[in-house]
């Protein structure tokens, strides 16, 4: 099993951030030496410094745990961050990028980011808008006249946020027979798109995330620029932010010895998966963790790309074409690459990315200046879910997990049953009985974003008296469970 957390040592320009490696020794103190105005813009988000046992980050061990693979010494795993005012507070990385090799992950592995890179395909399309280089309310058959004429005309906003109608470019391809997309060439990829002769709807009157839009997006850009994409966005994006080890993926593999490689469990041990896509738009985008905190940075601090203006077409919700906001179907609105909007009162902003054996989650808390982020090279594990307790283990509450556990017994008339709630780590053992069990049943509920407890599609609710509980399953809602008279509090 393999634990690292991140530590920052002398910054270069050539170097933004060195990973530490704490594999078999203690942890090591580094400091962040800062010996120029240009160092300290590279430096950026120095990361968080740690003296030894007993100094370590606030929920690092716990984080190391929810990270580690138990069951095998040499498991994939996951990088973790945290940025709190756009440095770098935390990171913990567990298991390995490269199992036969034995390379473990650390905060300068490179991981394709997947659906985390259309955030980075739009700041290339902002860039072009606030250079005048480019519209958003454009029709997109200006710069792709390959395009058919649909129904409706079809802009640029459209694309970036999901509203235009095309048809998902991966689908297509997978549909076309090939099953690795890892294995499909750009330009047969695009002609693809290019030759489907109707839109899943009429562009502007509904939202359906679609791969294939950013596809198009990353090809506007070029037939701007006259350039490559990935040349463009390395040259005006990622290395003004001092993202120096990240780039976009242009028809070719990964850098060997450099990315962590996907994995999916396999008999008792795993098997590798990198059947990502070797183009960029949708995805592309090999990140690494450090450089991660040069963008939190850049957003919170240097504004070198994240400028006002460009704030404002990445974090502005879109509209359907008749003024309605849009609805990603979760409740948010969809921006710049970017999940946008209010969960339980508080503003979010937020993603994930997924791959066949790889899984991320970002989420930024603009109110409180934070930001969390995983990147895990296994296709076994949810992101998001791990990320939720992650945020917990450091003691924050992601946004929309409820805020109390309840505790005690419960009893309900109408199905004759009691429920004995404990709490268990962030969930709940909840040990059932009625007429219809000789032994009492037990269930784990976990928590959820939607502020409910969850096992098998039945959701425990808590409501404004901590005496009564609400449960449900499927379609019955509404029965209350009160506390009985054993478990009144006192």
Known sequence: MVSREGAVPEVS?????????????????WACLLGSA?????????????????????GSEAIRALLADAGHPFAPGCVTGTFRDGAMTAMVAQGYADIPAQRALDGDTLFYAASLSKQFTDL?????VVEGKLALEEDVRRYLPELPVYRAPMTVAMLMQHTAGIRDSLGLVRMAGMADVGQAPKEAALALVFRQRDTQFVPGTAYSYSNGGYFLL?????RVTGEPFAAYAKRTILDPMG???????????????????????????????DTFPRFSGSGGLMLSMNDLARYEYDIERGHRVWTDAVARI?????????????????GLGYGGGLHIGTIDGQAVVQHTG???????????????????????????????????????????RYPGMPRVQPAGLFHSDE????????????????????????????????????????DDGVTIALTDDPDRIVVSRGAIKGIVFSRSKEGKRK
């Open 218 to 222: 990353a090809e506007i850009v070029e």
């Open 314 to 330: 990445m974090l502005t919700p879109g509209h359907y074409s008749d003024g309605t906001p849009i609805d990603d179907g979760e």
């Open 13 to 29: 320009r050539k170097e933004v951030y060195v990973s530490v490696s704490c594999h078999t020794r203690a942890n090591r103190r």
């Open 38 to 58: 240009l160092a300290m813009w590279l430096a950026a988000a120095p990361s968080l410094a740690e003296s030894g046992q007993g100094r370590a980050s606030a």
């Open 415 to 454: 199905l004759g049953a009691s429920y004995r709630l404990t709490p268990e780590g962030a969930g709940l053992r909840v040990e059932v009985t009625s007429g219809f069990l000789e032994a009492p049943a037990v269930f784990t509920f976990r928590p959820a974003d939607d502020g409910l407890f969850h």
């Open 124 to 128: 290339a399309v902002a860039r072009l």
């Open 243 to 273: 993202m120096t080890r990240s780039y976009f993926l242009s028809g070719s593999d990964p850098r060997p010895g450099t990315f962590a490689h996907g994995y999916l469990p396999a008999g008792n041990g795993f098997v590798q998966r």
């Open 354 to 396: 997924s791959a066949e054996a790889l899984k991320h989650a970002y989420i930024r808390l603009p109110q409180t200046r934070e930001a969390f982020a995983l990147l895990c090279n296994r296709g076994d594990w949810t992101a998001s879910a791990r990320l939720k307790q992650v945020m917990a283990a450091q003691g924050v």
